[in-house]
């Protein structure tokens, strides 16, 4: 007697991924696993799915991102990503754990429970980042230990403080043994760090990175035994870079990550299928780049049983209609078509801004004898110059003009100061952009022309409970971020009209043809090459230490 499944798929071209080629076969799949893949005459199913010919691969999978940078609650997200293929995220909630602590973890678990979407969490490493930041929170091993028992949690995130590890700190070590000792793995974040300093990092066990920039980075995290997760966010634009590292004979230890991705950016060009449609475009063959994008995701992460399309693996898969520039048709998530559910966000208690600036606060004094250190943005990188230059003033005091512009961030916790410096590449004519999206403490972040301007900016966060902001000539343009000022309570399309809204408002003061906010908010994160700012004072990656506007 014939067994009976849930679903037979028939006429497809099926991804292989284990021989990185595409066969005509079938699937017969029940509840939410595969069954077999080829012919069967002792199965019958339910339903039968005639592909007619088109290609099917394996739901796509997102080695490593933060859900928060999409402005968008778990559950919209969700709504956002799979309609391009993605089945299966692996998140880093540092953002809103760095705002919120563990009621900031807790809350992407129960808000990310409405989804079809996997979403598996790393917990985070480093809240704070650094000591040279202050966040919201302070998340010590103890406090990260008992998540492990979690079905969603799937290990330590992006470990970021090198010398936390190099130094043998007592919390951070506990921290990546608990981690290990639960059957999981560490994610490490190896930005600026030498072949040498990468060695230190696989000695305790952290084995994916996924801050290379170019290829010779890649290649020196291959050799160092890592998994490389290849990035292509909002900012951080490196695959093209990275793809002349990969080979056949190496590919299987290659995955695609988004790492920072604005809700913006996914739904007009993609997320993870963007990244494929990249790899295929630089000419590798679409049967390893969606490899990259599905199995060697998994491997990475040591996903059993998921990112293949054959007996036993979990039925996640995408129907496309071809393999060059292909569109998503169709979406199968655990053995169901998705069809986009009916949600509600969930509220996160507010958090309340307590911070204090004044246009004193704001004043920057220079000496016009002397050069100034100057962070300048690198376009379509979260990495900076580090500048020693000449900056215009007036009557001792830093003037910005369309080069250069004045940079603050200020502690928004506990009302404990602020930092001043002096930035260049945002090109403002006028006006400023102010944010509580400020890596990875995210704390309040201001870029300006006038500290008029800026000074409206902050107060304007202040009332609306954070978010971001544009003002130009006393014109405020906002989007509101109720969720630790970090994600909106509005459904993804009403986010992205709004922040459309926001970047023309920009575009007004500005000609930038890249993110200002996304790059803004990195401006803060120190463990960062090359020159940042933090709540504490202007903070040179090289020498690890804070340095004054001139010395």
């Known amino acids: 007697m014939a067994k009976t499944v849930s679903w037979h798929i028939i006429n497809a071209k099926i991804l ?17 696993k595969i069954v077999y893949r080829g012919r069967r005459s002792d199965l019958q199913a339910q339903h039968t799915f005639d592909a007619q010919g088109q290609y099917i691969v394996p739901g796509l999978i997102d ?32 953002e809103i754990a760095s ?3 563990v009621s900031g973890i807790q809350y992407m678990l129960e808000e990310a429970r409405q989804s079809q979407l996997h979403i598996h969490y790393m917990l985070p490493s480093s809240v704070p980042a650094t000591p040279f930041e202050h966040a919201g929170a302070t998340l ?3 406090a990260l230990k008992p998540f492990y028992s979690v079905p969603e949690v799937n290990g330590l995130a992006e470990v970021m403080d090198f010398p936390a590890v190099f130094n043998e700190d007592e919390d951070m070590h506990q921290k990546i043994s608990d981690a290990q000792a639960a059957g999981k793995h560490v994610d490490g974040h190896a930005s600026g760090l030498s072949r040498e300093q990468l060695a230190i990092y696989r000695k305790y066990g952290i084995d994916t990175d996924h801050e290379s920039e170019n290829a010779q980075q890649a290649r020196d995290r291959l050799n160092a035994g890592f998994s490389v997760f290849v990035r292509e966010g909002t900012v951080e634009r490196d695959e093209s870079a990275i793809l002349p590292a990969i080979s056949v ?53 040591r996903l059993d049983n998921v990112g293949a399309l054959t007996d036993g693996y979990v039925a996640d898969l995408v129907i496309i209609d071809s393999l060059d520039d292909f569109n998503i048709k169709k979406v199968m998530i655990s053995g169901q078509w998705y069809v986009e559910p009916e949600t509600t966000v969930l509220p996160l208690a507010n958090q309340s801004l307590n911070f204090t600036l004044t246009v004193d606060d704001l004043k920057l004094p220079i000496n016009d004898k002397k050069p100034a250190h100057v962070i300048e943005i690198m376009p379509h990188h979260i990495t900076t110059t580090h500048l020693v230059e000449d900056v215009p003033s007036q009557e001792g005091l830093f003037v910005a003009d369309k080069t250069y512009a004045k940079i603050v961030v200020a502690e928004r916790y506990h009302n404990l100061g602020h930092g001043v410096g002096i930035i260049k590449g945002f090109q403002m004519t006028d006006g400023a952009i102010a944010s509580t999206i400020a890596h990875d403490s995210h704390n309040i972040i201001i870029a300006g ?11 304007k966060l202040r009332e609306i409970g954070g978010g971001e902001v544009v003002v130009n000539n006393g014109q405020i343009t906002t989007l509101p971020l109720a969720i630790g000022g970090l994600m909106s309570e509005q459904s993804y399309t009403t986010v992205i009209q709004e922040n459309n809204t926001l970047q023309a408002a920009f575009s007004k003061i500005s000609h930038l043809n890249f993110d200002p906010f996304l790059t803004l908010s990195f401006m803060a994160l120190p463990v960062i090459p090359s020159l940042k700012i933090t709540d504490q004072g202007l903070f040179d990656f090289n020498t690890f230490s804070f340095i004054n506007i001139q010395d």
Do not use: C
């Open 449 to 459: 022309t006038n500290d008029e301007d800026m000074l409206l900016a902050a107060n």
């Open 63 to 94: 080695a490593h991102m933060h859900i928060e940078s999409s402005l968008l609650a778990p559950s919209e997200f969700s709504k956002l990503v799979v309609p391009h293929g993605i089945t299966r995220v692996i998140a880093d909630p540092h």
């Open 249 to 301: 004979a190496n590919q299987a230890h290659f995955s695609f990550a988004t790492d920072d991705k604005t809700a913006n950016d996914i739904q007009h060009e993609g997320a993870i299928d963007f990244n494929v449609k990249l790899a295929i475009r630089s000419g590798m063959s679409p049967a390893m780049a969606f490899t990259i994008a599905s199995y060697n995701a998994a491997t990475a992460h």
């Open 140 to 142: 010590h091993a103890d």
């Open 16 to 32: 292989d991924v284990f021989n990185l080629t595409f066969e005509t076969s079938e699937l017969w799949i029940d509840h939410d």
């Open 99 to 101: 705002v919120a602590g």
